[in-house]
């Protein structure tokens, strides 16, 4: 199925069929009125619940802004959006490589390396109308240009929404075609960056009817330039005896010290050639196009294909000390390899709406293909346990010319990530008249989503083997080398053959799953101001894995042209599946016009997944030191329980708006990821299903229109999220000393040691959870002089601390648990998963301008005190790293109507 075929057939289909065709396309949602002067107007009509609704009729915690509103806080991108929904968190290390958490339900967040291939499917949805957007750790960063509205749904939605749905959703709705008028707008914005480079974004959108009231075209396009702010500064790196894997180069009682004869280029590495300021410019590129056809009176069809570029160089995170622990200042950092990310996606989907009888029915269908092609430095791979192993021979070296005297080549490392997913769906639904005592939508969901990943981490600096040679030749000529590295041929491959020369690890995989659902939800009302609301959702996943996971860390590897060492994931028959229901029940009473209180009991769930193939792992502490713990191949879906009530209230004549929720929820055998080496559990992550979390909170939201022309509106979240239990990792290889017990010892380093709790203290605050987040806005409009209409508006948004692990990690503020500590106090991180604390942090914005005619022109600044809070810190490249706010950005923002 190819989406420019299906795009190209669909307009043929069109223009054949067109004359006979007559009036209006039904739009998915009436199109919002933009907030005005009278205090109805800013009612925005939301389909959260598959019908269209007032924001305030809805008896769930949601939030939506509509397309004057996202225009208005200058959105063009999720981590802008989120800025003003409480209660959501976003985890990222740049655009597009980000996951969205909800209500604190998070399990911890790495990103980047092996998540297209072990990486658990988000718990958060999220949709470009009814197309599903979602990816591990890495969600489509869909740029907003032409959006009607977006729908921030809170709590498990899986009744409608499906697996994916489990702590919430998150829609972007297309504006659609219009029939009867001629519509366009133009908006261009030029600006700076505090202590960075210059940004400049323009987007046109035109609405064309073909044929009054019977064939409408709507298309988008923009283009958005973020200049960089961080500056990649100059670094040595120089190889130390402090380093955790210095001891393969102990030799002769060298004290794994190297002299520089025993170095590539005396030992002398620097970055000079990638020295240079504001190196992470991003841009977005796309447009989409939609046309509208009403086939019949009641029938109308809607074809849309959008079409995304974003590119991305360098890092957005920042570094406190260069690659050889000198002090930074500033947004700085100092890569020694180049670092990129592209992604593109198109999508097409097709939407059919008509009438049977008295029954709304409505068929969707979507295509979505995304490309990613991604580099990562992992120079600093080199201090790690491991790094110096594929880098130096000699030495302690047990396979690599074994023996003789150490000698060590560049440290220089990175890795790379192609990644190619296309995203299946159809849905099926039919709905009872709106206006019945009785209510009832019911439907069908198929979909298949499916991930092809290669990832290569390039950090073998020994010199390859030529492949033209023999292994005899080679042996026979006493040649320092390594083979290249291939997957088992014999698995599925999406790239065959041997690998690059500086390959040392790789995985070539494919993953993914159909699901089949179907729905039922009835709304019936006892009285006429009380209702009862009952849904059931049936699911089937059907999961698989194939592929290869390759890696020279194998004495076979030494003196050979090509090194096949890769696994077989298909020989292992990765195969899983799941069924089940997932349930709703509200009740919803309406003691006097605008108020409503609700009460709702629902439930969530996303699907399992797969790691790299089955393993073992933690050495017993009894000889033979057999492994302990056999890690299964697979691990299961994880379910939420929700409680919830809440108030939704107009008061004053509509001049203020309350609403207040409070919810209790139960997140059971939760999928978290794991990787510590240094407690004995292999220097690979995998995944299993953990602790249960224990969630509770509130949410306000208040809007208040006190004058003409002003409004203020704010809300603010508690959440108090905590592990409830500990299990413990079983010892379940029989014939082991702890078979059957918890593992609490592992012989690592030829010494017994303990292990710690594998899932952290019952207790413990969960990763991406801040207990406190508020927001408050204010705008104020009012009739100037010449017929220029100003305006003001200004906002700020608090989130207080919380942690991007869970207390399963070690911290990575301390020495211990594998981590270093040089000569100046400066802790080294022994893996790329470690617990850190990010600091509460304030963000502020501001606007001014006024409207004449056609035009608007705005003066924006988005974080006007130049915040450089943290929002994500981490290991991942073996360096502590901060991904940090946007500085302060400023510019003049034009638009006008056509």
């Known amino acids: 199925m190819k989406s420019s075929l299906k795009l190209s057939c669909a307009v043929v289909v069109m223009a054949a069929l067109g004359a006979g065709a007559t009036p209006v396309l039904a739009q998915a949602a009436p199109q919002p009125a933009d907030a005005a002067a009278s205090p109805q107007s800013d009612v925005i009509i939301v389909t959260a619940q598959r019908r269209d609704q007032s924001i305030q009729d809805v008896p769930l915690t949601l939030q939506a802004f509509s397309t004057d509103t996202l225009s208005k806080l200058n959105v063009t991108s999720i981590d802008g959006l989120l800025k003003y929904t409480p209660n959501v968190t976003f985890s990222n290390n740049g655009p597009g490589q980000g996951a969205i958490f909800l209500r604190g339900l998070s399990a911890g967040f790495a990103g980047q390396q092996s998540s297209a291939t072990i990486g658990g499917f988000p718990n958060v949805a999220l949709y470009l109308d009814d197309q599903s957007m979602q990816f591990p750790a890495r969600n489509v960063d869909i740029y907003v240009a032409d959006i009607e509205r977006v729908e921030v749904l809170e709590g498990p939605q899986g009744t409608l929404f499906g697996g994916g749905a489990q702590a919430g959703v998150v829609r972007y709705i297309t504006n659609k075609p219009k029939f009867d008028k001629f519509e366009g707008r133009l908006e261009g914005s030029f600006g700076g960056t505090a202590g960075g ?12 009817p073909i044929i009054e009231d019977k064939l409408a075209i709507r298309a988008v396009l923009y283009t958005d330039h973020h200049g960089g702010y961080i500056d990649n500064k100059y670094s040595t790196f120089t190889r130390q005896p402090s380093d955790l894997g210095s001891y393969y180069l102990a030799y002769q009682g060298n004290g794994n010290k190297l002299t520089p004869d025993q170095q590539s280029r005396q030992g002398k590495y620097d ?176 979909e298949s989503f499916k991930i092809q990943d290669n990832q290569d981490w390039d950090y073998k600096t020994i010199p390859s083997c030529d492949p033209s040679l023999t292994a005899t030749q080679i042996k026979t000529a006493g040649t320092v080398c390594l083979g290249l590295v291939a997957p088992n041929p014999a698995a599925t491959l999406n790239v065959a ?243 059957g017990k918890c593992i609490t010892q592992v012989f690592s380093g030829g010494a017994v040691k303990d292990v710690q709790s594998p899932f952290g203290n019952p207790g413990t605050t969960t990763p991406f959870s801040p207990h406190f987040q508020g927001n408050i806005r204010a705008r104020y409009e009012w009739a100037g002089k010449g017929g220029m209409d100003w305006f003001v508006g200004a906002g700020v948004n608090y989130t207080s601390s919380y942690y991007n692990q869970p207390s399963t990690y070690p911290s990575g503020d301390v020495p211990g648990n594998g981590n270093g500590v040089t000569s100046n106090g400066i802790i080294v991180p022994g893996t790329t998963v470690l617990r850190y604390k990010m600091k509460g942090y304030a963000l502020a914005d501001a606007q001014i301008g006024f409207t004449r005619d056609n035009w608007t022109v705005t003066l924006f600044g988005d974080n006007i005190f130049n915040s450089h809070a943290a929002t994500f810190t981490n290991s991942s490249q073996f360096i502590k790293t901060s991904t940090i706010v946007r500085p302060l950005t400023y510019g003049i923002k034009v638009a006008t109507k056509l």
């Not at 480079?197 to 064309?208: D, I, P």
């Not at 260069?322 to 890569?335: E, N």
């Open 271 to 446: 970055n000079n050639s990638l020295v240079e300021d504001n190196f992470n410019p991003v841009d977005y590129t796309g447009g989409r196009v939609s046309i509208g056809w009403k086939i019949a009176p009641d029938w109308d069809l809607l074809v849309s294909e959008a079409y995304q570029k974003l590119e991305s160089k360098g890092t957005f995170a920042t570094q406190t000390y260069t690659y050889d622990y000198a002090p930074l200042t500033g947004l700085s950092s100092t890569l020694f390899s180049p670092q990129y990310n592209k992604d593109d996606y198109s999508n097409t989907a097709l939407t059919l709406n008509g009438k049977i009888g008295d029954f709304k029915v409505i068929y969707t269908g979507a295509y979505l293909t995304r490309h990613i092609s991604q580099q990562g430095d992992y120079t600093n791979y080199a201090r790690s346990t491991y790094g110096i192993f594929y880098q130096c021979t000699g030495g302690a070296n047990y396979y690599w010319n074994v023996g003789k005297a150490p000698y060590c080549y560049e440290p220089n490392s990175y890795w790379t990530d192609k990644v190619r997913s296309t995203h299946e769906s159809h849905e099926f639904r039919i709905s009872t008249p709106d206006t019945g005592r009785i209510r009832a939508i019911a439907g069908a969901y198929y």
């Open 197 to 208: 480079a210059a940004n400049g974004a323009f987007n046109a959108t035109v609405n064309v």
């Open 497 to 739: 053959g041997p690998r690059g020369p500086g390959v040392a690890f790789g995985e070539d995989t494919q993953r993914g799953f159909k699901q089949y659902a179907q729905f039922l939800s009835v709304d019936f009302d006892i009285l006429p101001n009380l209702t009862i609301t009952g849904g059931t959702r049936h699911y089937y996943y059907k999961e698989y894995e194939t592929g290869s996971v390759y890696s020279s860390f194998n004495g076979s590897c030494y003196q050979v042209p090509v090194c096949a060492t890769g696994s077989n994931l298909d020989a292992q028959n990765l195969k899983s599946s799941y069924n089940g229901f997932k349930s709703k029940a509200t009740i919803t009473w309406k003691p006097q016009p605008g108020t409503m209180l609700y009460a709702t009991w629902s439930q969530g769930f996303r699907p399992g997944a797969f790691n790299r193939g089955s393993s073992a792992r933690v050495k017993d502490p009894i000889a033979p030191h057999a492994p302990q713990l056999l890690v299964p191949a697979a691990y299961a879906p994880d379910n939420l329980t929700n409680w919830e009530a809440g108030l939704k209230t107009d008061l004053l004549d509509h001049k203020v708006t309350f609403n207040l929720s409070a919810y209790y929820m139960n997140w059971e055998n939760i999928q978290i990821g794991f990787f510590n080496p240094a407690a004995g559990f292999g220097n690979t992550a995998f995944a299993v299903n953990g602790p249960t979390y224990h969630i509770k909170g509130a949410e306000v939201q208040i809007v208040a229109r006190p004058t003409s022309g002003l409004t203020v509106q704010g809300s603010a979240t508690y959440n108090d999220s905590k592990q409830a239990n500990s299990p413990c990792f079983i010892a379940n290889n029989p014939g082991v000393s702890s078979f």
